[in-house]
């Protein structure tokens, strides 16, 4: 019951900051991304602080090699939940990290969509003509480059429902570093299918984790097969990742 109450209460708190946030979006854009920041990273830790002290859920970022990262880089990983997008954000500080997102998500998920508009995330349609998914990357290659953003994208291109890592797809990966060329960061996260729906929340926060680690930094790929190499090996990188943090969990 608990758990329960826990969910409900953070539901309430993000369901006030959707609709400040829905105002914001239609009359004044500025204050809308001014909240994005602050849910993003204020509001954000204080859920994760919520669950760590009352359901022992913990967030376990391992920060071993987040001093090494460089000014400004590509970052891939698996994807289990749209919390991975919360949990980056709070990994890397948020202000700075845009994501590739799925067109259904900026449209239909309350308080994601809007931040996801507002603050120019790259939104791709996965359905219709490849050449709009590829026009949508371009822009967001140069909206990256101009404002110094850090991009994330998720190779797999859709959430694992089992926690197992999908395939990892090339074509935005490849068209992104043509448009905005530089160093590539795999990492990792562990966690987010098993609370990917209320129902699993509800049964699975109690005594979990949310785990996040970079796992390796790569100079920039400046060819196909150098770009293919990084993709075969990251994944690679992140399955091993999995079974040692799934080995500590037994």
């Keep these: 019951m608990l758990g329960v109450f826990c969910i409900i209460c953070c539901i309430g708190t993000l369901a006030g ?10 009359i004044h854009r500025s204050w809308c991304k001014k909240i994005n920041a602050h849910i993003s990273t204020v509001v954000a830790h204080r859920i994760f602080s919520i669950f760590s002290a009352y359901l022992n859920f913990h967030f376990r970022g391992d920060y071993s090699l987040v001093p090494q990262l460089p000014e400004q880089y590509l970052l891939i990983s698996n994807h289990q939940s749209i919390l991975d997008i919360v949990v980056f954000m709070n990994y890397l500080g948020g202000k700075r990290v845009r994501f590739v997102a799925k067109k259904e998500l900026a449209d239909y998920v309350p308080l994601v969509s809007v931040m996801l508009k507002s603050d120019e995330h790259c939104i791709v ?4 003509s490849p050449s709009q998914a590829m026009q949508a990357m371009d822009a967001f290659a140069r909206r990256v480059m101009r404002n110094n953003w850090i991009p994330i994208l998720f190779p797999e291109g859709t959430r694992s429902k089992n926690g197992e890592v ?7 990966f490849r068209r992104f570093l043509s448009k905005a060329p530089m160093p590539v960061v795999v990492a990792a996260v562990d966690g987010g299918w098993n609370i990917s729906s209320v129902t699993r929340m509800a049964t699975n926060l109690r005594g979990g984790a949310y785990r996040v680690k970079v796992l390796k930094i790569y100079p920039t790929p400046t060819t196909k097969e150098a770009q293919l190499k990084v993709l075969e090996e990251g994944k690679a990188l992140i ?4 079974k040692v943090w799934r080995q500590l969990s037994k």
Excluded: D, K, P, V
Aim: glycine share 12%; hydrophobic share 40%; no cysteine.
């Design 17 to 26: 900051w959707a609709l400040l946030n829905r105002i914001a979006y239609a």
């Design 166 to 172: 999908g395939t990892f797809h090339s074509a935005g």
């Design 125 to 128: 349609q996965r359905t219709g």
């Design 239 to 242: 399955q091993e990742q999995l």
